[in-house]
């Protein structure tokens, strides 16, 4: 049992934390090819397969180490909060508790007649993340912890329902969503902080200490934009 418990708590969210990481650096380098059609199209079918396998992985660890199906939208969930939201997030959010459901019912672990509580589970979370997107007044940070506190409620009262109750599946929906939303809140906050001493560097490298004018190589490369641009004009 306790083992269970390491699973549910520290084991499971370090891998979803993998997980989360992983589609950063997936979509990062997605966006670095948004001008060239063909090759973003491709890129965001490699997101889209990558996400449903590291979903269907989770699906088997959780469901072999503790016995239940958890983290499964914590991926899809993290990637709507960021500071860029891409369409991609919310379809997968919404198809994440249908393909889980799918798959459960192929392993004879669900029946086919519950096909209407998945739909239901599916447009009730999407609803609630999509009302924390809009609610200017919080911030982001504030937001995803709204989000997973709603995702460890919302996998509660599956599990009430279901009637799956267990003390590890219990866990699992509290400290183990605890670790993973302060972990990724740490990550997010060392992001912001190191894009700010880029942006501080980079606006150093342009002016020069003493006037805070532009310095040779800025200048450069201001005139160099400007004679582009009245060059298209005059075209």
């Known amino acids: 049992m306790a083992l269970k418990f390491f ?9 979803v934390i993998g997980m989360i990481i992983s589609q950063i650096y997936f979509e990062r380098y997605w966006v670095s090819y948004k001008n060239s059609r063909l090759t973003s199209w491709g890129l965001g079918a490699v997101i889209i397969i990558t996400y449903f396998i590291q979903e269907f992985c989770l699906f088997q660890l959780s469901l072999f ?15 709507l909060f960021r500071d860029k939201v ?3 997030w919310w379809a997968l959010l919404a198809l994440t508790p249908l393909f889980v459901n799918v798959v459960e019912y192929l392993m004879g672990i669900l029946p086919l007649k519950d096909w209407w509580y998945w739909i239901v589970e599916s447009i009730v979370f999407t609803t609630i993340c999509l009302a924390l997107t809009r609610w200017r007044k919080i911030s982001k940070r504030i937001s995803y912890f709204y989000a997973i506190a709603s995702l460890g409620i919302v996998e509660l009262v599956s599990l009430a329902i279901t009637c799956s109750f267990s ?22 906050y060392s992001e912001k902080k190191n894009a700010q001493k880029i942006k501080l560097l980079e606006k150093e490298s342009e002016r020069d200490d003493l006037t805070g004018l532009l310095n040779y190589r800025a200048l ?12 298209f004009i005059i075209l």
């Open 7 to 15: 699973y549910a708590i520290l084991y499971l969210p370090i891998i």
């Open 65 to 79: 180490n503790i016995g239940q199906v958890v983290f499964m939208q914590d991926v899809s969930v993290t990637m």
């Open 86 to 88: 891409y369409k991609i």
């Open 167 to 188: 003390p590890v599946s219990i866990a699992a929906a509290t400290l183990g969503l605890f670790v993973i939303a302060m972990f990724e809140d740490q990550r997010f």
């Open 220 to 231: 450069s490369q201001e005139i160099n934009r400007l004679a582009i641009i009245m060059k």
